[in-house]
């Protein structure tokens, strides 16, 4: 059993900041990449940034500069600093964890229940 939990979000005036954390607790042998995701009303969930083991970041290019992911490996957690926010980043924000269980195991994707994040005035 795996759970991934979100926090962090909320209301944030435009230019504001807000830092998201993701928590990943359960049977865990690895985390081979963890993400964050974001679904506006109306839209599909689209990829905000993503963070592999070992490997580069990417962002969607609508967040470059102004969001950054990173990663504690130790406590199996990685956050999304957000600044500069605007009011187009409102949008429920997921968190995505890339998970083998067991040594042998394939990697599983794990969703968070999302945070509502809402820039406005």
Same mark, same amino acid.
């Given at each position: ?7 962090? !979000?909320?209301?944030? &005036?435009?230019? %504001?900041?807000? +830092?998201?954390?993701? $928590? ?5 042998? #690895?985390?081979?990449?963890? !993400?964050?995701?974001? &679904?506006?009303? %109306?839209?599909? +969930?689209?990829?905000? $940034? ?5 490997? #580069? ?13 990173? +990663? ?50």
């Amino acid at each position: 059993q795996v759970q991934v939990v979100e926090s962090g !979000g909320g209301l944030v &005036q435009p230019g %504001g900041s807000l +830092r998201l954390s993701c $928590a990943a607790s359960g049977t865990i042998f #690895s985390i081979d990449a963890m !993400g964050w995701y974001r &679904q506006a009303p %109306g839209k599909e +969930r689209e990829l905000v $940034a993503h963070m592999p083991n070992g490997g #580069s970041t990417n962002y969607a290019d609508s967040v470059k500069g102004r969001f950054t992911i990173s +990663r504690d490996n130790a406590k199996n957690t990685v956050y999304l600093q957000m600044n500069s926010l605007k009011p187009e980043d409102t949008a429920v924000y997921y968190c995505n964890a890339q998970i083998r269980t067991y040594r042998l195991a394939s990697q599983s994707a794990y969703w968070g229940q999302g945070t509502q994040v809402t820039v406005s005035s």
